[in-house]
């Protein structure tokens, strides 16, 4: 599946008691980056009529991020079967390539106006293996 990238600074409200990127922050990253993929991938008939809901976390720190580091932030949807997809978030040091985050998160498909799961078409599975510029 091809890959979308972000790049983002660390600022002051981002950091915890220690000074390092606090994990609430990550999560709400995770989401941020499945989300602009999402959004850079679908045309707009098809986001007016499907809504993604995030069913399950699975995070792995592997190092910490202190302020003014430069995140670089890989996603990609490693599979789909039926309603669900997992879908692969990786952070890295940009100035080092250092991983500190890896995560697998499971998203379920919903029709966005019975909000009732549905299953993930061709179409959508198609988007997923499209190359996606890199967001600023």
Same mark, same amino acid.
């Given at each position: $599946?091809?890959?979308?990238? +972000?790049?983002?600074?660390? #600022?002051?409200? *981002? ?12 999560? /709400?990253?995770? /989401? *941020?980056?499945?989300? %602009?993929?999402? /959004? %850079? =991938? %679908?045309?707009?008939?098809?986001? #007016? ?15 910490? %991020?202190?302020?003014? *580091? ?9 599979? !789909?079967? #039926? ?6 978030? &990786? $952070? ?5 390539? /250092? =991983?500190?985050?890896?995560? &697998? ?6 029709? #966005?106006?019975?909000?009732?799961? $549905?299953?993930?078409? *061709? !179409?959508? +599975? &198609? =988007? ?9």
């Amino acid at each position: $599946m091809a890959a979308f990238e +972000k790049v983002i600074q660390v #600022g002051p409200d *981002d950091l915890d008691q220690l000074q390092h990127v606090n994990n609430v922050r990550y999560v /709400q990253w995770v /989401q *941020d980056v499945a989300q %602009a993929h999402w /959004q %850079a =991938l %679908a045309p707009k008939e098809i986001l #007016g009529q499907v809504v993604w809901v995030l069913l399950r976390h699975h995070l792995h720190y592997k190092s910490q %991020a202190v302020l003014h *580091d430069h995140i670089r932030i890989r996603t990609y949807v490693s599979s !789909t079967d #039926g309603v669900k997809s997992t879908r692969i978030v &990786e $952070m890295f040091n940009n100035k080092n390539d /250092q =991983l500190l985050l890896h995560s &697998e998160t499971e998203w379920c498909l919903l029709n #966005g106006k019975s909000l009732r799961p $549905m299953r993930i078409s *061709d !179409t959508i +599975k &198609e =988007l997923f293996s499209q190359s996606t510029p890199l967001s600023p």
